[in-house]
């Protein structure tokens, strides 16, 4: 009987843990690829910046393709008009910057232009790509109050799981089919 359970288990968590594997290893690829399209348009931004022909003060955001295209339609200015050196300590920027990468799916985002010019800030969606809902197989088993969309993968909270196990009863020693345990956390 013992055997049987065994056998099972260890099949369907194999069968469970190499469809986890491609998950994570397609969410992982998405999330490389969002991290080398930041690093290298960090890069190319921070050479523009210090190659720059206008002055202090005089270079605007236009004067930076790669950041004027992120320019959001809804400013309160054009990109000529701001200048890229452009921040106020303690304040929030008023000016909203677009994903190039995911413009549909993620929002406009606040930053001022000098940290998008001289510091190549890019989305901070792309940064954290890596979320429970692009896991179904472990997704399926989580118990915790917050959205799956808006768990990353490195969060650190305790939710409560789902585990699935082999139920067998323990007066008759009759199997059972596969059951959901709650799993709290420590």
């Known amino acids: ?69 992120q320019w959001h339609p809804d400013n309160p200015a054009h990109p000529r008009e701001v200048s890229a050196t452009t921040q106020t300590s303690g ?39 890596m979320r429970l809902a692009d896991l179904p197989t472990l997704a399926a088993q989580y118990q915790g109050s917050a959205p799956l969309g808006e768990v990353t993968h490195g969060s650190h909270e305790s939710v409560p799981w789902l585990c699935r196990t082999w139920a067998v009863d323990p007066d008759t020693g009759t199997q059972g089919g596969p059951v959901q345990t709650a799993l709290r956390p420590r």
Not at 36 to 44: E, G, L, M
Request: aromatic share 8%; with cysteine.
């Open 1 to 69: 009987m013992s055997q049987v359970m065994r056998e099972y288990w260890n099949r369907t968590n194999g069968e469970r843990g190499a469809l986890l594997r491609k998950e994570m290893e397609a969410a992982q690829s998405r999330q490389a690829e969002a991290d080398a399209f930041w690093d290298a348009h960090k890069a190319t931004v921070k050479d523009r910046w210090a190659n720059r022909t206008g002055g202090r003060g005089k270079t605007t955001v236009a004067d930076i393709p790669e950041v004027a295209q």
């Open 91 to 129: 304040a929030q920027s008023p000016y909203r910057w677009r994903c190039p990468l995911f413009p549909d799916d993620h929002a406009a985002s606040p930053a001022w232009p000098k940290d998008r010019v001289q510091k190549g800030v890019g989305c901070p969606a792309c940064r954290q790509l």
